[in-house]
Every structure is written in C-alpha cells, then in structure tokens.
C-alpha cells in the first residue's frame, strides 16, 4: 500500500487589513449608490469598474460597489464609458 500524502492543498486566508480596504478604514457602513463622490473612486479613466487586486477592497466591499456602481449608471449618476475630449485623432 502506498501512504497518502497528508498535506492540505489549500489556501491561507488572507487577514483583512483596515489600511487596505477603503470602508474599513473610513468607517463606511453603507455603500450608497448616491455617494458619486466614492464611487467614482473605483472607476478608471474608461468608466470601467476597478479590479478587487487594485482596490484592494473585501470580496464583499468590492461586491456591493459593482452593485452601487450599477445602479448608480442606470438612475444616471454615473456615465456608462467616459470619453475623453483631449485624445488625438
């Protein structure tokens, strides 16, 4: 008989740092889909939603702002794509 290898292929969980998670850290409870202000901090120049690697948010955090983005686009709060005025032809 052959013995099993018994390490767990798994991985660690990561520990939710106040500094990197930006309602964490402000004391956000809510995200509201009317708070243009913070939502547009999770925009890029294109109008695109940021990536949970670069906002650094919780998988939750960064759930409820797509959400509130999503919203926010269609009550008209938040422009859809954004086009740039200066761009060269």
């Known amino acids: ?24 850290s ?3 409870e809510n995200i509201d889909y009317k708070d243009v202000a913070v939502l547009s901090k999770f925009i890029n120049r294109q109008g695109r939603i ?11 955090n960064q759930r409820l702002v797509a959400k509130a983005i999503k919203r926010a686009r269609q009550m008209g709060l938040l422009p859809y794509t ?8």
């Not at 991985?11 to 309602?23: C, E, G, I, L, P």
Request: proline share 4%; glycine share 2%.
């Open 1 to 24: 008989m052959t013995k099993k290898n018994s390490r767990h292929w798994f991985k660690a969980k990561k520990k939710v740092n106040s500094k990197s998670d930006y309602f964490l």
């Open 26 to 28: 402000n004391g956000i």
């Open 50 to 60: 940021v990536p949970r690697a670069y906002s650094k948010l919780t998988a939750k």
């Open 82 to 89: 954004i086009i740039q005025q200066n761009e060269p032809s």
